[in-house]
């Protein structure tokens, strides 16, 4: 397979690369890169390696420095050497700790009438009804539920029960 995307580089982004994977503190994702454009330097200085080899000695798949020329050729040497930046943005998070605390303790309280105990529909409906989220879904409250550790079939719920003073 041909390669798309050619590395030449000028005198300068060779000296750059080579002072950069001579240098003892860099990351290890910018040395391999650096290592990789010089390896794939196609000009009259370079060795010019196809990608299967440079993959090969650099421990890392043709796809990356396939997806490597193409960064260089395309945006450059600062952009080749550096991560892509995110397309598209994290998620914003909804249900926050806030949101937790006041669903652990609609749980540890009273159980509504009717009932015999809170269930994961029951309480997603309720938080739903006490303006704690939009829409809650009830696999939402079970992870919640699961990692604090809450049980809802368990003889207790969490909720303390006042007791007596002990005599001394």
Known sequence: MSSRYRVTLTLDERREL?????????????????????LCD?????????VADTAE???VTSRTIEHL?????E???????????????????IFDGKFEARLIALACSEVPEGNQRWTVRLLADKAVELKFAESVSHMTV?????????SLISASTGKSHRKGAQPL
Not at 42 to 50: E, Q, T
Not at 142 to 150: D, P, S
């Open 18 to 38: 080579e002072t950069l994977t001579r240098r003892g503190k860099t990351h290890a994702r910018r040395f391999v890169h650096a290592r990789a454009l010089l």
């Open 142 to 150: 079970q992870r919640v539920l699961k990692k604090t550790n809450l």
């Open 42 to 50: 196609a000009g009259p200085d370079g060795p010019a390696w196809n």
């Open 57 to 59: 000695a650099l421990g």
């Open 75 to 93: 945006d450059g040497l600062e952009a080749a050497l550096e991560r892509k930046p995110r397309e598209k943005p994290p998620r914003e998070v």
């Open 69 to 73: 020329k193409k960064r260089f050729v």
